[in-house]
Protein backbone atom coordinates (compact mmCIF):
# COMPACT_ATOMS: atom_id res chain seq x y z
CA UNK A 1 0.00 0.00 0.00
CA UNK A 2 0.81 3.55 -0.53
CA UNK A 3 1.45 6.30 2.28
CA UNK A 4 0.08 9.46 2.04
CA UNK A 5 2.83 11.13 1.21
CA UNK A 6 3.28 8.82 -1.52
CA UNK A 7 -0.25 8.93 -2.91
CA UNK A 8 0.20 12.74 -3.19
CA UNK A 9 3.25 12.32 -4.79
CA UNK A 10 1.74 10.09 -7.30
CA UNK A 11 -1.64 12.40 -8.16
CA UNK A 12 0.77 15.21 -8.57
CA UNK A 13 2.78 12.98 -10.56
CA UNK A 14 -0.26 12.55 -13.12
CA UNK A 15 -1.76 15.59 -12.86
CA UNK A 16 1.77 16.95 -14.36
CA UNK A 17 1.07 14.33 -16.90
CA UNK A 18 -2.03 15.57 -17.64
CA UNK A 19 -0.96 18.91 -18.42
CA UNK A 20 1.93 18.42 -20.40
CA UNK A 21 -0.28 16.36 -22.02
CA UNK A 22 -2.95 19.05 -22.53
CA UNK A 23 0.25 21.24 -23.78
CA UNK A 24 1.01 18.69 -26.28
CA UNK A 25 -2.57 18.19 -27.45
CA UNK A 26 -2.57 22.12 -27.89
CA UNK A 27 0.62 21.50 -29.90
CA UNK A 28 -1.35 19.52 -32.46
CA UNK A 29 -3.80 21.33 -32.70
CA UNK A 30 -2.01 24.63 -33.37
CA UNK A 31 -0.11 22.81 -36.49
CA UNK A 32 -2.84 21.02 -37.82
CA UNK A 33 -1.80 23.16 -41.23
CA UNK A 34 1.47 22.89 -41.10
CA UNK A 35 3.17 20.85 -43.69
CA UNK A 36 5.68 17.93 -42.78
CA UNK A 37 4.02 18.40 -38.92
CA UNK A 38 3.99 14.92 -36.88
CA UNK A 39 1.88 14.36 -34.53
CA UNK A 40 3.11 14.24 -30.97
CA UNK A 41 1.99 12.65 -27.91
CA UNK A 42 2.71 11.54 -24.22
CA UNK A 43 3.99 8.28 -23.68
CA UNK A 44 3.60 7.32 -19.82
CA UNK A 45 0.45 5.44 -19.05
CA UNK A 46 1.47 2.04 -19.87
CA UNK A 47 5.13 2.48 -18.16
CA UNK A 48 2.98 4.31 -15.18
CA UNK A 49 0.63 1.45 -14.71
CA UNK A 50 3.16 -1.05 -15.30
CA UNK A 51 5.33 0.33 -12.58
CA UNK A 52 2.68 0.49 -10.30
CA UNK A 53 1.53 -3.16 -10.94
CA UNK A 54 4.77 -4.27 -9.55
CA UNK A 55 4.80 -2.59 -6.44
CA UNK A 56 8.17 -0.08 -7.99
CA UNK A 57 6.89 3.16 -6.38
CA UNK A 58 9.66 5.56 -7.48
CA UNK A 59 9.67 3.95 -11.08
CA UNK A 60 6.02 5.38 -11.75
CA UNK A 61 7.41 8.74 -10.17
CA UNK A 62 9.31 9.30 -13.31
CA UNK A 63 9.27 11.43 -15.80
CA UNK A 64 7.03 11.57 -19.15
CA UNK A 65 8.17 10.64 -22.12
CA UNK A 66 7.51 12.93 -25.56
CA UNK A 67 7.55 10.90 -28.43
CA UNK A 68 6.54 10.92 -32.57
CA UNK A 69 2.51 9.81 -32.28
CA UNK A 70 3.02 7.10 -35.77
CA UNK A 71 -1.13 7.32 -35.64
CA UNK A 72 -2.95 8.42 -38.47
CA UNK A 73 -2.22 8.40 -42.42
CA UNK A 74 -0.28 11.42 -43.28
CA UNK A 75 -2.31 13.49 -45.70
CA UNK A 76 -0.13 14.90 -48.92
CA UNK A 77 1.47 17.65 -47.11
CA UNK A 78 3.08 15.03 -44.47
CA UNK A 79 1.06 16.09 -41.89
CA UNK A 80 -0.49 13.53 -40.00
CA UNK A 81 -2.50 15.55 -37.27
CA UNK A 82 -6.61 14.67 -36.83
CA UNK A 83 -8.63 16.85 -35.49
CA UNK A 84 -11.40 14.53 -34.50
CA UNK A 85 -8.60 12.61 -32.79
CA UNK A 86 -6.79 15.35 -30.80
CA UNK A 87 -10.22 16.72 -29.69
CA UNK A 88 -11.27 13.20 -28.24
CA UNK A 89 -8.24 13.37 -26.67
CA UNK A 90 -8.62 16.92 -25.27
CA UNK A 91 -11.55 15.74 -23.89
CA UNK A 92 -10.81 12.97 -22.43
CA UNK A 93 -7.53 14.36 -20.78
CA UNK A 94 -9.41 17.19 -19.87
CA UNK A 95 -12.06 14.57 -17.83
CA UNK A 96 -9.00 12.60 -15.99
CA UNK A 97 -7.27 15.82 -15.07
CA UNK A 98 -10.73 16.66 -13.16
CA UNK A 99 -11.11 13.75 -11.33
CA UNK A 100 -7.28 13.38 -10.35
CA UNK A 101 -7.50 16.83 -9.11
CA UNK A 102 -10.96 16.31 -7.15
CA UNK A 103 -9.01 12.91 -5.39
CA UNK A 104 -6.34 15.23 -4.79
CA UNK A 105 -8.37 18.08 -3.08
CA UNK A 106 -10.38 15.31 -1.01
CA UNK A 107 -7.04 13.72 0.26
CA UNK A 108 -5.01 16.79 1.08
CA UNK A 109 -8.86 17.73 3.01
CA UNK A 110 -8.35 14.16 4.51
CA UNK A 111 -5.02 15.01 6.05
CA UNK A 112 -6.02 18.31 6.91
CA UNK A 113 -8.83 17.15 8.93
CA UNK A 114 -6.36 14.26 10.92
CA UNK A 115 -4.13 17.13 11.95
CA UNK A 116 -6.87 19.16 13.09
CA UNK A 117 -8.19 16.65 15.03
CA UNK A 118 -11.57 16.83 13.66
Known amino acids: ???????????????????????????????????????QAVAFSDAFARALS?????????????????AGDPRADGNNVDMDVEMGELQQNSMLFQVYAQILALRIAQMRSAISGH
Open 54 to 70: EGKWDAALQAPARVVAG
Open 1 to 39: MISGDGQIALLTRVLDVATLRHRVIAENVANVNTPGYQR
